[in-house]
């Protein structure tokens, strides 16, 4: 049923921040056909929690996260494009992680996993790349942590990506965004059951993952939309536990939380939450300015949207100008989406039509 | 030290959702004096956790959490004013509470303490105003949760309520509040020491109370204020532990929660911040606007934060136009201060001459 293929690293694989480790895998899926002249290929790479499987094909049919945006006549067209999304490294979801198995141990890496840096997933999704046979994309799209990838991949193999596509994502975290995965973080960490990584993997720390996860959904969406969505609605039967819920919103926020929780790695959470914490364009050449500079970027999309309190406006339109003062054409889009961060995963009536146009303006 | 005074009931306390309970006592305090016509008097009702310390006195001369807004000469000038600040019923700051000891068995309330809501707590706070023999109020000023309080209680004892103060409240709690506050209640929860609220003295649920209080500190400033004080700042040594923190915006996030968490009872905090989730005027006649009219506000002045993410800007203007509506003559005012729901704690520059232009402006 998986349409996942892999490349295996045949060398060990160096971390940015120091650590080695043999057997590291990537996960990826395409959709499309590579052309002769291996020139239309469009990468993906995803926020911090969704797989590879961006969208349904026949080897799996079923929905992906991004279904409505990829496929044959969707805004990015697999009819014409070979369309590539990689499973970050760090992940659970086919690639090599905190949750994969140590060789040496038999045991799961857990926090013996080397520190992981968003520089390093973008070196293993890069490694797909050119594994395929292709020197150079035609189009980078990130949304969220995925656009802090893609602007690394762009740093590291700037040759390869001219265009680029970066939606709600950031040049570098800010204090709000450290504030709030450091509060997931140590939610999960709080958990006895976390014991320092190394839980049982019959007793994952769910109190945590459960906190953490409400806590992200609360900042991927908005305030306004809540207000439309739920406004004060009561459930139907109030819980009747202490302090049970008692409003729609609290049982919207425990629906995503279960669909989550069981599903996604604890300890894989912490690292990608740490590298998104640790992602700061200024690393390369002393400012922000400085590491657009280093990229060659001809062409950008860069999509923001109003209501995002995770990646707000104000550092889309720092990425739109750091790009336009390195010489790209810049294309700059403030959606007023009420869906906040999220609107990228729902309001394809908005986002579909301009990544359409960018992408088949391209040459 | 204290200059807390008491009102004691003398009848059993009856709470507006159902229950009874012998002994009851409310904590205030107070500044300046009460002049012969009895028409001189202030009363603050508090937000969440403040005590009735609102400013030093010379019983008591430890600083007060309002204290550049209350004093001689002050904006809320006490050589004019008599002043009352009540510590709110179902706190832990001198008022009866679910942390005061149940007479029958000897031990804390805990979760045996009746449902609390807003309503009751203005109902204790009218008996304090009752006590002193102060039939109408020169103006009742209500910030965040003590500005629900207020309408509360304009609601209840409308003749003595004609002048009110509203900053950064609402007229009922929305989906976002909810959320976060139902989060807030999780993770004191789903902390092992909270055991149903039956916790050891000496073992407080204080993992769960850090989380609730570092979310609630997120969620009292403004992403902006952050990025101006800490932005990417790290500090000087990182703390050791695996995920510890690193960049200054944990660190204060870590003293804010070390200066609460040993000082607040945690059911206490439970109850008081269920009873805002429940708060909605509309309860009062099927509609905010028939609550308003129920009230008998001659002069309002409502203020609000451009960057207030819990009580935002919209709930502000609801206020002031459901008191407009109810016919009052209402100043309106959106500070552009950065630092978020807690502007009126620290942005006196702004707050401080729009008080007293407003009770000065009163007959």
Known sequence: MSALDYFNFDQPFAFRRGGRID?????????????????????????????????????????????????????????????????????????????????????????????LSVEDIADAAWAVIAHLGIARLHALIGPSMGGMTAQALALAQPAACPNLVLISSAPQADAFAIALRSLQREAIRADPNWRGGDYDSAHWPLAGMRLARKLGVMTYRSPQEWTQRFGRARIESRIASPFGAEYQIESYLEAHAQRFIGSFDPNCYLYLSRAMDWFDLADHGGTIEAAYQQMAVRRALVIGVETDMLFPLAQQEQMAEGLRLANAAVEFLALPSIQGHDAFLVDFRRFGPALARFLNSLR
């Open 23 to 115: 057997g590291v895998r990537v996960a990826f899926e395409t959709w499309g056909a590579l052309n002769a002249q291996r020139d239309n290929a469009i990468l993906i790479l995803t926020g911090l929690s969704p797989s590879a499987h961006a969208a349904s094909s026949a080897r799996d049919p079923s929905l992906g996260w991004w279904q409505d945006m990829l496929g044959p006549g969707r805004p990015i067209d697999t009819d014409r494009w070979f369309v590539i999304c990689v499973n970050s490294l760090g992940s659970c979801k086919g690639s090599t992680g905190p949750a994969s198995i140590e060789p040496a141990t038999g045991k799961p890496w857990a926090l013996r996993f080397p520190e």
